[in-house]
């Protein structure tokens, strides 16, 4: 009975929605926004939201922000709806331009007089749709399933961002894009480049309540396909030990923890008071980049944008040969391209910390942020709005 009340108020949604899309005029001046379907107030589209809120655009654009339970502490004076609801429809039917980072849902229809500037979020390792042999993924049945949602999904986008000549071929190869590849660099990434100086970081972790006497570790995994609970969660399990974490690094360091948005899992971090510090989807992670000295991660994107901070970076990749060759596959090899140690326990990852040496990685370091670096000049941002106006004229 349940999952008939479900479909029966989804088809209503999307009737209204349509009708909306018929009877109601596009207003010109109309802008919304999203970060990972409502769940966060994060990455590309809150740095263009940002920068037209500090240059002066708000006064004569609207710009809404949706977000999926609580709304988020937006600068300026923007709307905030939550997404899916009755005001998140007339918006989404009404709006001259969608800024969005990744796929919406299939039924929503793009008017042909709205323009839809999909920012994506990352350059990819692991490989993506149509170069996927399989699927693993929550509510997904099967492969080609899935590669035909995402192509016809793709097929209303009118602008992609991509980071790097790399991205360039492979999202159109994977996605299917035949339209305009916007190749600019990551919007969410000109915080780094114009805020990487000692006051700007000071300030940060003021803000942030992270002490100013130890060096700060951020610790930001991505999510695993197949570990996810029934309720459409994924999980948070990444095999690393935080109580030997604390034990042998507590003295010097602190470790900030910073889920994938697809994560929803809650996690006690009470007993590790004072040396672990958890962000959750409110906080954008170019902040959290900035004031870390330090970066773990495993396979996720988070790599490319902290590279051009050119600070040293560590990989737990424990499962490395599951998720290369049964999950996801990589792109490229990823033993010979990561410009830093790799380590497979906690041992290991707190060993290659203690003793990192920066000469051992500078020449593979270097080829890394040439290749993956190369448009991120600090000015994405003012690209993405200066298109928009010669869009909405």
Not at 105 to 121: A, D, G
Not at 340 to 349: A, H, K, V
């Amino acid at each position: 009975m349940r999952n008939f009340i479900r479909f029966l108020v989804k088809k209503i949604v999307i009737i209204i929605y349509r009708i909306m899309c018929v009877v109601l005029p596009v207003n010109k001046r109309r802008i919304v926004f999203d970060s990972s379907l409502g769940k966060s107030y994060s990455g590309n589209p809150r740095h263009i939201f940002e920068y037209m809120v500090e240059n002066g655009y708000q006064e004569k654009w609207e710009c809404t922000w949706f977000y999926e339970s609580i709304p988020y502490p937006i600068p300026g004076d923007g709307y905030q709806f939550r997404y899916g609801r009755l005001r998140y429809l007339y918006y989404m039917a009404t709006a001259k331009v969608w800024v969005f980072d990744c796929r919406q849902p299939e039924w929503l229809i793009k008017r042909k007089n709205c323009f839809y500037i999909q920012t994506w979020h990352g350059t990819p390792l692991k490989k993506l749709v149509l170069d996927m042999d399989n699927v693993f993924m929550m509510n997904e049945t099967d492969i080609g399933t899935y590669q035909k949602g995402f192509v016809k999904n793709v097929q209303i986008w009118d602008y992609l961002i991509s980071q790097n000549p790399f991205s360039t071929v492979t999202f159109r190869r994977a996605f299917a894009f035949d339209k305009e590849m916007l190749e600019i660099g990551y919007p969410r990434n000109d915080l780094l480049l114009s805020k990487n100086n000692e006051e700007d970081i000071w300030l940060l972790k003021k803000r942030l309540g992270l002490p100013l006497d130890k060096k700060i570790l951020l610790y930001a995994p991505t999510f695993r396909d197949d570990e996810f609970e029934e309720n459409s969660s994924y999980k948070f399990s990444p095999k690393l030990s935080f109580d030997l974490l604390m034990e042998r690094l507590q003295e010097d360091y602190i470790l900030i923890v910073k889920y994938h948005y697809l994560i929803m899992d809650y996690i006690d971090w009470f007993p590790y008071n004072g040396f672990i510090y958890h962000f959750d989807q409110s906080h954008d992670i170019a902040e959290l980049f900035l004031v870390s000295d330090m970066l773990i991660t495993d396979y996720s994107s988070v790599m490319f944008d902290y590279s051009i901070l050119k600070r040293p970076m560590f990989f737990y990749a424990y499962d490395l040969e599951k998720y290369r060759n049964d999950l996801r596959g990589f792109y490229f090899d990823y033993e010979g391209e990561m410009p830093g140690p790799i380590s497979s326990d906690t041992e290991e990852l707190i060993g290659n910390i203690l003793n990192y040496d920066p000469k051992e990685y500078e020449e593979r370091f270097e080829k890394f942020h040439e290749k993956y670096n190369i448009w991120d000049d600090g000015r994405a941002s003012e690209k993405v709005v200066k298109l928009i106006e010669e869009l909405i004229g």
